[in-house]
């Protein structure tokens, strides 16, 4: 692609977020898309929000679960940037209308005190890298029409990112598996997922040392500070107003989301 | 009793001999529509009969059908119970002979051991965690009776609920601290993930289908005498198992349980 064509894919998403009316697929009116070129689109519709005074305050992983891929029939794992203007409080209503069709999923957080710069980058530097880590939600959104996404649609729209919600407790990884720790999601007070940290790559960590590695490879770390969401562990559960979610995971506590 | 002590036993020995034989057979409701939930449990109590005159023992409880999803698929309410005997254990890391099972699946699940006595009705969480003298995680082996595990209620009661074998872990631990709700469990077949769960997925709780246990002998006028070991209900979807096929359960905070199938 050209870079007006990136420009002005770029440009059509951001309005696509701003205005809340959702596009026609990218990968019908692009056929040839390629998954670098999503990429750079995605870039330049952060740009824009950064123009607007956002800042980058952390990284995602998108599409790690087999649920998830299974569902949006995608098989690779992709990443997005989260932004300042993503955040909310745990408790603070999120206004179900402030996006096009927001689905929720439930993830462990991960809190950087060090860089982490692929390649290279082990699980066992990825735990010498972490803070701490926090139960959390993330709210994923389409600017793409009903969700018909392929994976250079969802990467060109930031990784569907829509916001997200940290809960609870900071807890260090010292001494917990996540791998083995149970998540239990409520929707309305009823049990609608339980799962294991396994379901992301085996390990939430085995996640993040594959965003360093893979962002790594494009020239850019993953810094201390940042917040990174480790990809779903439960499947995408439609948010309307009204709804309220809670997770739970094993040695970790709880975190939940209300929507107005 | 919708039937007689003649059909009665003649059922339980269709079935007894179909599971000591390896074989599977149709549905007992297939030629007998009329029967009841207790007609099930009366055929349970007469296998059970028969391996006791055989010499065997009861090894513990079990309770089946306690995800919601299986709860629904059926249209039931409550669980199911059955019995564990002493034959049906495999040591942790044990091998499990397939040739003496007709299609087994396995299930990761938190068995208990009671230090005192269970009676109810009115038993809750609370009261089961107060009597356990500690859990340990296991492994159920299924392997229903009936053609492709296709059964109903009271066909899968009277089948003393697919028992078949089970692997208790090596981890045991007391209750307090110890966050059953949302303790996680992956299960690897062959190395690969092919099931997780947290204990919620149980009734909401691993101890809801003991205390649920506890009602349902309370019913029958019986309870769960102290040191009685559970199994309290598959929390992960079962898996099916064929000779070749390596099985490991890791638990959170519990340690890990594994079996091959031979």
């Known amino acids: 692609m050209t870079p007006e064509q990136i420009k002005l894919h770029g440009d059509a998403l951001y309005q696509a977020l701003v205005d809340r009316q959702p596009l026609a697929p990218l990968t019908e009116r692009e056929p040839d898309i390629t998954i670098d070129d999503a990429y750079r689109i995605q870039l330049r519709m952060i740009e824009r929000r950064l123009a607007k005074g956002e800042t980058v305050i952390g990284k995602k992983i998108g599409v790690t679960s087999k649920a998830v891929q299974q569902m949006l029939n995608v098989y690779q794992p992709d990443f997005g940037l989260l932004l300042s203007g993503m955040v909310y409080a745990e408790g603070q209503a999120i206004p179900a209308d402030s996006m096009i069709a927001p689905r929720a999923e439930a993830e462990v957080a991960f809190i950087l005190k060090r860089d982490l710069d692929g390649p290279g980058v082990t699980a066992a530097d990825v735990l010498r890298a972490t803070d701490f880590v926090m139960p959390c939600f993330e709210i994923v959104d389409s600017r793409i029409k009903d969700w018909k996404i392929k994976i250079q649609d969802t990467v060109a729209d930031n990784a569907s990112c829509g916001v997200f919600v940290l809960g609870g407790t900071p807890r260090s990884l010292r001494g917990l598996d996540l791998s083995v720790a149970g998540m239990v999601v409520e929707k309305n007070g009823e049990i609608v997922s339980t799962s294991a940290g396994a379901s992301v790559q085996g390990s939430p960590v085995n996640a993040v040392a594959w965003l360093a590695n893979t962002l790594g490879a494009l020239g850019i770390p993953l810094k201390a500070g940042e917040v990174i969401l480790s990809g779903s562990q439960s499947p995408l559960m439609p948010v309307k107003a009204g709804d309220f979610f809670t997770c739970s995971v094993g040695g970790l506590g709880s975190c939940s989301a209300r929507f107005s | ?262």
């Open chain 2, 1 to 262: 009793m919708t039937i007689d002590q003649k059909t009665l036993d003649s059922l339980a020995e269709y079935l007894e001999s179909a599971e000591l034989e390896a074989r599977e057979v149709v549905k007992i409701t297939d030629a007998h529509p009329q029967l009841t939930l207790d007609d099930g449990y009366a055929i349970q109590a007469a296998i059970r009969a028969r391996k006791e005159a055989r010499g065997n023992q009861v090894a513990g409880l079990k309770a089946g059908l306690t995800s919601r999803a299986k709860m629904k698929q059926m249209g039931v309410e409550v669980p199911c119970f059955g019995l564990l005997f002493d034959y049906m254990s495999i040591a942790n890391g044990g091998d499990v002979k397939t040739s003496e099972l007709i299609h087994p699946k396995v299930e990761a699940e938190i068995a208990f051991v009671l230090k005192a006595p269970l009676r109810g009705p009115g038993c809750h969480v609370g009261a089961v965690l107060a009597a356990t003298d500690f859990v340990v995680p296991a492994v159920e082996i299924i392997d229903s009776r009936y053609e492709n595990f296709r059964f109903d209620l009271v066909s899968v009661v009277a089948d003393n609920t697919s028992s078949s074998r089970f692997v208790v872990g090596s981890v045991a631990r007391g209750i307090e601290g110890l966050d059953l709700r949302t303790l996680g469990m992956v299960m690897e077949k062959n190395g690969e993930v092919v099931a997780m769960a947290a204990g919620a997925s149980v009734l909401g709780h691993p101890a809801e289908a003991i205390a649920q246990l506890a009602n349902h002998l309370a019913a029958r006028g019986e309870e769960i005498p102290a040191g009685t070991y559970i199994m309290s209900g598959g929390a992960t979807e079962a898996i099916p198992v064929a000779a070749g096929d390596s099985i490991q359960v890791r638990f959170q905070d519990l340690g890990s349980v594994s079996m091959r199938f031979v």
